[in-house]
């Protein structure tokens, strides 16, 4: 998915890496053998305290021009991940959207994790251990968000910034 500028390189389980001008905002290996790298969504179930990703190979994924949905049911929910990028902005959204299909209230965390690497993507791969040093985190409380720089390289270098936010609907 992409506006051109910003793109979101999406795999059918919900791995995938982010790519703006360049650079590789988070890691992206392609390999066919695993589909580890990515943004993903974690769900705990409270009460259990199982953990289960909320995208996988065995849900189901649809691609469209301007979006990638991914649904999967596990535990007795039903995750549905719906990614977009803005088409004016160099913004990637992820929505997700939870159903409890069972008949008893449950308690879920939801976690996101990615491995931001803000580097050349095409020197990336080849220094993987390089390319996740130097990435420093602030978070940010007006902005209710997390913020990711690389320190510079040199004087002249335009930092990239990476912002990772989640907006909530209802009780925090």
Same mark, same amino acid.
């Given at each position: 998915?992409?506006?051109?500028?910003?793109?979101?390189?999406?795999?059918?389980?919900?791995?995938?890496?982010?790519?703006?001008?360049?650079?590789?905002? *988070?890691?992206? @290996?392609?390999?066919? %053998?695993?589909?580890?790298?990515?943004?993903? !969504?974690? #769900? &705990?179930? $409270?009460?259990?305290?199982?953990?289960?990703?909320? *995208?996988?190979? @065995?849900?189901?994924? %649809?691609?469209?021009?301007?979006?990638?949905? !991914?649904? #999967? &049911?596990? $535990?007795?929910?039903?995750?549905?991940?719906?990614?977009?990028?803005?088409?004016?902005?160099?913004?990637?959204?992820?929505?997700?959207?939870?159903?409890?299909?069972?008949?008893?209230?449950?308690?879920?965390?939801?976690?996101?994790?990615?491995?931001?690497?803000?580097?050349?993507?095409?020197?990336?791969?080849?220094?993987?251990?390089?390319?996740?040093?130097?990435?420093?985190?602030?978070?940010?409380?007006?902005?209710?968000?997390?913020?990711?720089?690389?320190?510079?390289?040199?004087?002249?270098?335009?930092?990239?910034?990476?912002?990772?936010?989640?907006?909530?609907?209802g009780k925090a």
């Open positions: 998915l992409s506006n051109g500028r910003l793109t979101s390189l999406l795999t059918s389980s919900g791995g995938g890496g982010l790519r703006w001008h360049g650079l590789a905002l *988070t890691r992206y @290996e392609p390999d066919a %053998t695993r589909d580890d790298d990515g943004c993903w !969504f974690y #769900l &705990r179930d $409270e009460e259990s305290h199982k953990v289960w990703l909320a *995208t996988s190979q @065995e849900g189901r994924t %649809t691609y469209a021009m301007h979006h990638a949905d !991914f649904h #999967l &049911r596990n $535990e007795g929910i039903s995750a549905h991940v719906d990614v977009s990028v803005a088409a004016a902005d160099d913004v990637e959204v992820r929505q997700i959207t939870l159903h409890n299909e069972t008949d008893r209230p449950r308690r879920l965390s939801v976690t996101s994790a990615a491995r931001p690497v803000l580097f050349d993507a095409a020197r990336a791969p080849t220094h993987p251990a390089f390319s996740s040093m130097f990435v420093e985190s602030d978070w940010i409380p007006e902005l209710d968000a997390l913020v990711f720089s690389r320190r510079r390289q040199t004087v002249d270098e335009e930092p990239a910034v990476l912002v990772h936010r989640v907006v909530r609907e």
